[in-house]
């Protein structure tokens, strides 16, 4: 079994916010893939479902985040769980929006979330890490990623949400670069071929020999 767990501040008000986004990814995989509804339980929300034989549960800590790693603890506890099983999908300012990398072990580089479930469950468990970019100035982050996504990042975002549902079987069975390429054709397709090949140049026209004639053979010319 593996338990993917999604980071986030529960309520309204945080709903939109870009360190929301690991909630915005379990939504969608939960609603794509036919997932339990969402229910109460380890102090957050819970949805279950399966890809093949591999039983997968997603959790959405409601402790806030500082505090993440009560609700990922509980319920590994529950279900005898190792970090091994655990994959953690996070907002990671390091990368550009857009941009996805996985990552197994490691430090919490701050993120207030990873480090709350290093002190309750140790950092061998996988990361998933949700580009979101980065305000330019570490004074600036944290009014960052408690803002709402802009309207201009909605299809970027829209893209990644959808890249992370198409690759969940991918990630379930343990195939990473399948997951990440599962994205990568969603976030930046490649570009269909027309079939048609480019004209070959055409060499340029010569240029017009002078004009030799004297002014009366010029006009003799005219009225010929």
């Not at 004209?199 to 009366?216: E, G, I, K, V, W």
Request: hydrophobic share 40%.
């Amino acid at each position: 079994m593996k338990l993917w767990v999604g980071l986030g501040n529960p309520g309204a008000k945080y709903a939109g916010n870009r360190h929301n986004i690991g909630f915005m990814a379990m939504d969608r995989i939960a609603e794509d893939h036919g997932f339990t509804p969402w229910r109460k339980g380890f102090q957050g929300q819970v949805s279950e479902g399966r890809f093949g034989a591999e039983k997968v549960a997603l959790l959405k800590p409601e402790t806030f985040m500082n505090n993440s790693g009560q609700s990922v603890g509980e319920a590994m506890r529950f279900w005898k769980l190792t970090p091994a099983d655990v994959t953690v999908f996070h907002d990671e300012l390091d990368l550009a929006p857009g941009k996805l990398r996985l990552k197994t072990g490691g430090g919490h580089a701050g993120h207030n979330g990873l480090r709350s479930i290093h002190a309750h469950v140790g950092e061998a468990y996988d990361r998933v890490r949700l580009g979101i970019g980065h305000p330019g100035h570490k004074d600036r982050v944290a009014g960052y990623v408690l803002s709402d996504f802009a309207k201009a990042e909605a299809e970027w975002l829209d893209d990644m949400m959808r890249g992370i549902a198409d690759g969940a079987p991918a990630l379930a069975a343990g195939d990473g670069p399948r997951f990440m390429n599962a994205v990568a054709q969603r976030v930046a397709p490649p570009r269909p071929s027309t079939g048609t090949a480019r004209p070959a140049p055409q060499p340029a026209a010569a240029a017009p020999a002078p004009d030799t004639r004297n002014p009366l053979q010029k006009l003799v010319e005219r009225f010929k």
